[in-house]
C-alpha cells in the first residue's frame, strides 16, 4: 500500500530543508509546510519540494473570505496541491479557498494537538462544515484519538490527517485505528540523525498490520 | 491628536505596495499587512515599509505554540512592531507569541467582519483570553459595531483596532464612537486614484469630533 505517512518539515533552514524533503520523499505519501520555512526561504521553496512530492501548505487560514482566496492563489501557483485551513472563520472563508481550484485538497482544522488546543473548537460543527463545503479532509489530532475516532464517525468518506504524533506524544497504530488516513510525523523525522531511515521505519510500522 | 488610521495594505504587488506605502505613511499610525503581500514580495517588504512606519503584521497565526513562537520571531526579525493572532488555539498559543518580546504589540482576534464570520468567536472569552495573556489590544469588526461596544466593555485599557470600514461596509464613526482606537481601511485607500488624498480624507474624518 501507499505511505500513510506525511512529513512535517518545520526545519526552517531552506538549504536543509530540501535536503531532508529529497531524502525523505521516497517514504512519504506527502510534505507538509508550514510558514516559518516559507518566511525564510520564500514561496519557492514549495516550488522545489513539488518537484519531487506532493506539497500540503499547512498555513491554518483562517482570514475573511478575500484574503483566503488570495492566499490560496498563491499557494497553488506555487505548485502545492493543497492547503490546510480553519474552520472557526466560517464558511464563506472556506467556500473562497474551495472556489480556487475545486482540483486541488482542502483540508480543515477540527481540532487541534496542543494543550488546551481543543477548548474553544466545536467538532461536530466543524465536521458539518468540512462536508458542507466539499472538503477533500480534516486534520484531527494524534494526542487525542478519541477525537479521531468521534471525526472518523462524523465526516464519512472524508481523509483524516493526523498531527501530534512523536515530539506532542500521539502513537501512529492507535491513530489509524481510531481512524485516521495520514499520519503526519515532524521532529521524529527532521531531526533525527538519519531522517530517510526514520521515516522508512515510521511507513514500516504504520502499515504492518494492512 | 495622532492620526487614528491604519492602512491595510492588501495590494499584492510589491512594487506598488511600496509606492503606497510610502506615500500614505504620514496620514497612518501603522500600516498592516498580511500574506497574500509577504508571499509574493518576501518577508523583505516588511523590512522595507518598517523603515518609514510601524507595521503590523496581520498573519491571524492560528498554530500551535512552538510554530506560533517560529511565526513571530520571523515577523519582528524583519522590522514589523507588532502581530495580530487568533485566540480560538487558547492561551498557551498566544502565550508563546508574547513570550517571544513583550515589548512588541500582540493583538488578539475576538471576531470576524464578513458574513458568518462571527458564528463561532466567543467575545466574552477571547476578550478574557487577551486580558489574560498580556495582549496589547484586539481586533473587533466595525462591521459590527454592537460587537465593538461589547468588546470595549470587557477589555478596559486594551486598545481596540478595527477592520471593515469601506468596502465591507463599516463606518468609522461609528466604529470610534463604540469604542475604537484604531480604524483600519483598506480598499478604501490603497484602490483609491489617489491614496494619499484618501488617507488624509479618511484621517481627517476620524478626528473631527474630538
Redesign the interface.
Known amino acids: 500500500m501507499a505511505s500513510r505517512l506525511v512529513l512535517a518539515l518545520?526545519e526552517?533552514d531552506p538549504a536543509r530543508a530540501l535536503d531532508i524533503a529529497k531524502e525523505v520523499s521516497p517514504f512519504v505519501s506527502k510534505i507538509k509546510i508550514?510558514?516559518?520555512l516559507?518566511?525564510?526561504a520564500?514561496?519557492d521553496i514549495v516550488t522545489e519540494i513539488s518537484k519531487f512530492s506532493k506539497v500540503i501548505c499547512d498555513?491554518?487560514v483562517?482570514?475573511?473570505?478575500n484574503?483566503n482566496r488570495?492566499?490560496t492563489e498563491?499557494?497553488f501557483s506555487a505548485g502545492a496541491t493543497g492547503i490546510i485551513a480553519?474552520?472557526?472563520?466560517?464558511?464563506?472563508?472556506l467556500k473562497a479557498i474551495r472556489a480556487v481550484d475545486p482540483s486541488k485538497e482542502m483540508y480543515v482544522v477540527i481540532t487541534?494537538?496542543?494543550?488546551?488546543?481543543?477548548?474553544?473548537?466545536?467538532i461536530e460543527?466543524f465536521c458539518s462544515l468540512a462536508l458542507e463545503v466539499g472538503a477533500t479532509g480534516v486534520v484531527a489530532p494524534a494526542t487525542r484519538p478519541e477525537d479521531v475516532a468521534k471525526v472518523k464517525n462524523l465526516i464519512g468518506d472524508l481523509e483524516i490527517i493526523s498531527p501530534g504524533v512523536g515530539a506532542?506524544g500521539g502513537d501512529p497504530k492507535e491513530t489509524i485505528k481510531a481512524g485516521a488516513d495520514f499520519i503526519i510525523v515532524g521532529r521524529g523525522i527532521y531531526q533525527a540523525d538519519n531522517p530517510a531511515l526514520a521515516a522508512e521505519k515510521y511507513m514500516s510500522d504504520m502499515n504492518i498490520d494492512d
Open positions: 518545520d526552517t508550514n510558514y516559518p516559507v518566511l525564510s520564500g514561496l498555513f491554518k483562517a482570514d475573511i473570505p484574503t488570495l492566499i498563491a499557494v480553519h474552520a472557526f472563520p466560517g464558511p464563506e472563508s487541534m494537538s496542543h494543550p488546551k488546543g481543543g477548548d474553544f473548537f466545536k460543527e506532542q
